[in-house]
């Protein structure tokens, strides 16, 4: 069984950072995940941010040049380091962890995650 725990969301203001931890444990010796950032509002589908698939990053358009996937060397555990935050930044922000993916397009989509965190809230004042 493998558990995802996200932390480290806060109100803030625009402009601020902010230092997301997403802990993966359980059936993780010798086992190594894909890992993804989800965030969502309410009313709306939850839109991919990041993830890291072996080695390669992608991030949406969005948040290129100010989000920083980075993963702990042999570990699952995953951070996300948001830097120049916006209003439209704030929603409850899900890390999600599946077995490494052969192909790596499939890292954008959350039907490909198998495990789930519960979330943590950002918010970003104006």
């Known amino acids: 069984q493998v558990r995802v725990v996200e932390s480290g969301g806060a109100l803030v203001q625009a402009g601020d950072s902010l230092r997301l931890s997403c802990i993966v444990s359980?059936?993780?010796?010798?086992?190594?995940?894909?890992v993804g950032w989800f965030r969502q509002t309410p009313g709306k589908e939850r839109e991919f941010v990041t993830a890291?698939?072996?080695?390669?990053?992608y991030y949406t358009d969005s948040v290129k040049g100010r989000f920083t996937i980075s993963r702990d060397d042999n570990k699952n555990d995953v951070y996300l380091q948001m830097n120049n935050l916006k209003p439209e930044d704030t929603a409850v922000y899900y890390c999600?962890?599946?077995?490494?993916?052969?192909?790596?397009?499939?890292?954008?989509?959350?039907?490909?995650?198998?495990?789930w965190g519960q979330g943590t809230q950002v918010t970003v004042s104006s």
């Open positions: 999600a962890a599946t077995p490494l993916l052969s192909n790596s397009d499939r890292a954008l989509r959350a039907t490909s995650y198998d495990y």
């Open positions: 359980g059936r993780t010796s010798g086992y190594y995940y894909a």
């Open positions: 890291i698939n072996w080695n390669d990053r």
